[in-house]
């Protein structure tokens, strides 16, 4: 009787982490940088956060009215739409609910319009970024937010692509229609969820 080979039988595979979604790697302590635009320098003196719109009042927050805030803290894994997924993350800042709360959403809102300090604009369905989905983030790992990274503040919305979680964040614009943001304007997909690979417009 015949018996396999140790080259038939091949190298067992490590079992693949089951945080992570397909087509997706762990980066491990890597935290690369991608941007579409110069990376500005934002003063927290001048900075504000606006929520406008489909709201009951308009709010702007300035840099000392959010620290005065509850402060939350996320930990959990992030992924980028170019493949790589880092765990373990940690960002501090304020939930997106606290400030939605303040200005009362009208029924009619359905969609939220992201903007950066650079112009740079992403679209998410309000129920993305409501119920504890989404924070403005200060702190990574317990150290201020790098530049690079979006800081000083920039919108978490860790549950989705992390083109969704726009660096240097300055206002929300609450929609009852979705408008394209850059890169949807450039094919990108609408929503972005990791676990359906939703990379492209069609995904």
Request: glycine share 8%.
């Amino acid at each position: 009787m015949s018996r396999p080979t140790r080259g038939f039988v091949g190298k067992r595979r490590a079992p693949r982490d089951r945080r992570l979604p397909p087509g997706q790697y762990d980066i491990g302590r890597d935290f690369p940088v991608l941007t579409a635009e110069v990376t500005p320098r934002v003063h927290t003196d001048r900075w504000t956060m606006t929520i406008d719109g489909l709201v009951r009042a308009p709010g702007q927050w300035t840099w000392d009215d959010l620290q005065r805030l509850p402060h939350e803290e996320y930990r959990g894994d992030i992924h980028c739409v170019t493949t790589w997924s880092k765990f373990d993350t940690r960002f501090g800042g304020v939930s997106v609910d606290l400030l939605l709360d303040q200005v009362e959403p009208l029924p009619a809102a359905t969609h939220v319009l992201a903007t950066s300090t650079t112009g740079y604009t992403t679209n998410l369905p309000l129920e993305h970024v409501r119920n504890g989905k989404a924070w403005l983030v200060w702190t990574h790992e317990g150290k201020p937010l790098p530049r690079e990274h979006g800081g000083p503040i920039r919108l978490l919305v860790p549950h989705l692509y992390f083109w969704k979680s726009a660096k240097w964040i300055t206002k929300l614009t609450l929609l009852d229609h979705d408008v394209h943001g850059f890169w949807e304007r450039n094919g990108y997909h609408d929503l972005g969820d990791p676990w359906l690979e939703q990379r492209y417009q069609g995904d």
